[in-house]
């Protein structure tokens, strides 16, 4: 079974610029889940997605959306980029909502810089 | 939300067994305690995930007391390849909100 696949594996933008980034969850998986990576914050919760609804979101401001299709493959925008932005965007995929005896599948993620 | 604490890093060597432990004092009822690994530039990956008592599978034992304020993620005979951070998380069903990483705990394996 192919994992979780996320696309571009790599971006460069400039501030100001907007960027969407892609996930396909494995195949079955109803969820989505998107992080944030940093070395200054570390591993932080943005959104999850289920049956093409959000059903949770994080601390993040309204410039990061997201959005599932009914194939369950999710997308997340990135408005107005600040150089704060940069950072390795990960996308988790589970069968049902994630939660503590739903494990997450990741994937190897986006590199986002923001110049 | 019930928050953990992990020590920041820890070293061993190669063939030692490492015992990790996390703190958990606010964990409620209906709490599972997860572990996961994360290499550089990887996405985490599940290890081992418990309720009470001792789970073991073919990586890991993950050793929980009866109180459930705190678990240890047991890795035998660790090698090289066994350098990353691992993560503790506590959280039941519906939210990956509740799922907080934390730091993790960078371990460290020498030869």
């Known amino acids: 079974k192919a994992g979780v696949t996320q696309t571009p594996r790599y971006l460069i933008k400039t501030r100001g610029q907007q960027v969407t980034l892609s996930c396909s969850p494995i195949s079955g998986h109803r969820s989505v889940s998107w992080y944030q990576q940093t070395p200054g914050q570390g591993l932080q919760f943005l959104f999850e997605?289920?049956?093409?609804?959000?059903?949770n979101k994080g601390n993040f401001p309204g410039r990061f959306s997201g959005r599932q299709f009914s194939n369950s493959r999710s997308e997340m925008n990135v408005s107005t980029l600040e150089l704060g932005d940069s950072a390795l965007y990960l996308c988790?995929?589970?069968?049902?909502?994630?939660?503590?005896?739903?494990?997450?599948?990741f994937g190897p993620g986006t590199r986002l810089t923001v110049l | 939300l019930a928050k953990t604490t992990q020590p920041i890093s820890m070293d061993s060597y190669e063939g030692q067994e490492v015992n990790i432990t996390c703190s958990h004092n606010n964990i409620a009822t209906n709490d599972y305690i997860t572990w996961y690994q994360q290499f550089p530039s990887q996405g985490p990956r599940f290890i081992i995930q418990g309720y009470k008592t001792k789970v073991t599978n073919e990586v890991a034992s993950l050793f929980i007391p009866a109180d459930r304020k705190s678990s240890t993620l047991s890795l035998p005979r660790v090698s090289l390849s066994d350098t990353a951070v691992y993560y503790c998380l506590v959280g039941d069903s519906g939210s990956a909100r509740q799922l907080t990483f934390g730091s993790g705990t960078q371990l460290t394996v020498l030869p």
């Open positions: 988790a995929s589970s069968l049902t909502l994630a939660g503590g005896y739903n494990e997450q599948f």
């Open positions: 997605y289920f049956s093409e609804t959000q059903r």
